[in-house]
C-alpha cells in the first residue's frame, strides 16, 4: 500500500535525522572532552617543568653546601624549555629539535603571553603533516629581576592520536546510523502492520456496505413507483411524499453507487473491460443524454468538432467520466449559459476532448482540491444541486486507470474548461 510505504520511509526518515543530530551532539562533545583532558595532562606536565626549572635556577643562586646537588632533569625527549633574561638575553635551555627550533625561537620571541598562559602553535610541515608544539610561559622572579621562561613539548603524535579517534567514532557514529536506520525501517513496518490491515478490513467494509445497500435502496426506489403508479392514492399530500421519497432514494443511490467505485479502486478492484468504440459518436450520446438536463436550465448544451476516432478502452468508464463532467458544467453554469462539448483532436497516441461552460469558476487556491474526494467549494450550493463530492475524484480515478489525465483552467464568474487527455490504445 502506497500510503503506508510513503508513511514508513517518513518515520525512518525523522529517525534517522534526529538520531544523526545526537550523534553529531554526542561525537562533538566525546571530542571536546578529549581534547580538553588531553590538553590539561600536557599542560601539567609542563607546568611541572617550569616548577623543576624554577627550583633548579634557585638552587644555583643559592647552593646549599649540606644538600644534595639536584638538577633539573629532563624526564621526556620531546620537552625543551629555554630562559631569557629582562633583556632578552638566553640564559638557559634545552634545545628543541633542530626541526623546529627556529619557528619555535621566532614565535616565542613575539609571544606576549601572561604568566602561566599555555598555547599550542602549529607548524605546517612537509606533506600536509602539521607539528604541534606546546609551550607554556613563566615569569620568574630572580632577585627582583624578571626572567622568562618557556617550556615546551612536541604534541604533534597526541593531537594526531586524538584526531585519529575522532574519526574512529564518526566511522563508529555512520555505520551505528546506518545500521539503526535500517533497524528503524524494519520496526516502524512492524508498527504500521495492525494499522495496514485495520484500513484493509475498512476499505472493505465500505465495499460491502455500499454494495449491500443497493439492493434495498432499489426495493424502496420501485416501491415508491408502484405506490405512485396506483391511482387509487389520490391525496397530492401523499403524492408528494411519494416524490420526495423518489428523489431522495435517487440520490443516496448515486452516493451509494459512487462510493462503492471509490471503494473499489482502494482495493484495486476495478475492472477494466477494453474494447474499441468511437469516440465521437460516444460524445454526441452524452450529449443527447444531457440536453433534457441543459434544457430545464436554459442551458445552450452543444457538440462541437466532433470527428470519429476509434479509441481503445472502457467505454462505460470513460461515458461515466464524461457525464460527470457535463453534469457539472450544467450543475455550476447559471440559467441561460452555455456548455461546450468539444473534440479537441489527436495528439499524437492520444486524443483530447474538453466541457467548457460559461459558469461560476472555480477560485485558483480550490483547483488543485477539486479532485479529492468529498471537496467542495461550497457545500450547501453543491449539496442543493445533488452533489456528494466525489464525481471528480472519480473522473481523475478512470482517467489515471487508463492512464490519461485530466485538466482544469477557470476563471471566476467566467467559466471552467475541463481538458481529458487518453491514450488511443490502453
Ligand atoms: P460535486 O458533487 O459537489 O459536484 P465534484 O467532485 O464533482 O463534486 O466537484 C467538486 C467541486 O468542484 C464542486 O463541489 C464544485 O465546487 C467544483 N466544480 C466542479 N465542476 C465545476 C464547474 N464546472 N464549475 C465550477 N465549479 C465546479
Known amino acids: 500500500m502506497e500510503m503506508f510505504g510513503r508513511s514508513r520511509q517518513q518515520l525512518t526518515m525523522m529517525y534517522a535525522l534526529l538520531m544523526g543530530a545526537l550523534l553529531v551532539v554526542l561525537i562533538f562533545t566525546v571530542h571536546r572532552m578529549m581534547e ?7 599542560a601539567q606536565e609542563l607546568f611541572d617543568a617550569v616548577d623543576s626549572i624554577a627550583e633548579y635556577r634557585e638552587r644555583e643562586r643559592h647552593p646549599d653546601p ?31 629539535s633542530y626541526k623546529f627550533e627556529f619557528f619555535i625561537l621566532d614565535h616565542i620571541r613575539n609571544w606576549d603571553a601572561a604568566s602561566g598562559s599555555v598555547q599550542v602553535f602549529r607548524r ?35 593531537y594526531s592520536g586524538l584526531q585519529k579517534s575522532t574519526y574512529l567514532l564518526v566511522a563508529a557514529g555512520v555505520l551505528g546510523l546506518l545500521l539503526s536506520t535500517v533497524i528503524a525501517y524494519v520496526m516502524a513496518g512492524k508498527a504500521l502492520e495492525p494499522m495496514e490491515e485495520a484500513y484493509e478490513k475498512q476499505k472493505q467494509f465500505a465495499a460491502d456496505a455500499s454494495h449491500e445497500l443497493r439492493t434495498p435502496l432499489a426495493v424502496v426506489m420501485s416501491s415508491a413507483e408502484l405506490l405512485l403508479s396506483d391511482q387509487s392514492i389520490t391525496s397530492p399530500f401523499l403524492r408528494q411524499v411519494l416524490e420526495d421519497v423518489k428523489s431522495e432514494v435517487k440520490k443516496m443511490t448515486k452516493l451509494v453507487g459512487d462510493l462503492l467505485i471509490v471503494a ?27 440536453r433534457p438536463l441543459a434544457q430545464k436550465k436554459n442551458i445552450n448544451l452543444v457538440a462541437e468538432d466532433i470527428a470519429d476516432i476509434d479509441i481503445t478502452a472502457d467505454e462505460q468508464k470513460i461515458k461515466q467520466l464524461i457525464l460527470i463532467l457535463v453534469d ?20 499524437d497516441d492520444d486524443v483530447r476532448f474538453s466541457i467548457m461552460d460559461t459558469g461560476i469558476g472555480i477560485a485558483p487556491e480550490d483547483l488543485d482540491k477539486i479532485f479529492e474526494r468529498f471537496y467542495r467549494v ?27 489525465k485530466i485538466n482544469v483552467e477557470s476563471v471566476i464568474d467566467q467559466g471552467t474548461k475541463f481538458t481529458v487527455t487518453l491514450p488511443i490504445k490502453k
Open 124 to 158: 605546517p610541515g612537509e606533506g600536509g603533516r602539521r607539528t604541534s608544539i606546546m609551550i607554556t610561559s613563566r615569569t620568574m622572579n630572580a632577585g627582583g629581576i624578571g626572567h622568562r621562561v618557556f617550556v615546551g613539548k612536541d604534541v604533534t603524535t597526541v
Open 328 to 347: 457539472n458544467a450544467i450543475k455550476y453554469t447559471p440559467n441561460g449559459g452555455v456548455v461546450v462539448v468539444r473534440y479537441d483532436g489527436r495528439y
Open 36 to 42: 580538553w583532558s588531553m590538553f590539561s595532562e600536557q
Open 66 to 96: 649540606e644538600g644534595d646537588s639536584q638538577t633539573f632533569v629532563n624526564y621526556s625527549d620531546r620537552l625543551f624549555f629555554y630562559v631569557f633574561d629582562e633583556d632578552n638575553r638566553l640564559l638557559d635551555f634545552s634545545r628543541a
Open 264 to 290: 473499489r479502486s482502494d482495493n484495486n478492484a476495478l475492472k477494466m473491460q477494453l474494447k474499441t468504440f468511437n469516440l465521437g459518436e460516444l460524445l454526441n450520446q452524452n450529449v443527447r443524454i444531457m
Open 378 to 404: 461550497d457545500k450547501a450550493r453543491s449539496r442543493e444541486l445533488g452533489g456528494n463530492g466525489l464525481g471528480l475524484s472519480i473522473a481523475h480515478e478512470f482517467t489515471k486507470m487508463h492512464g490519461g
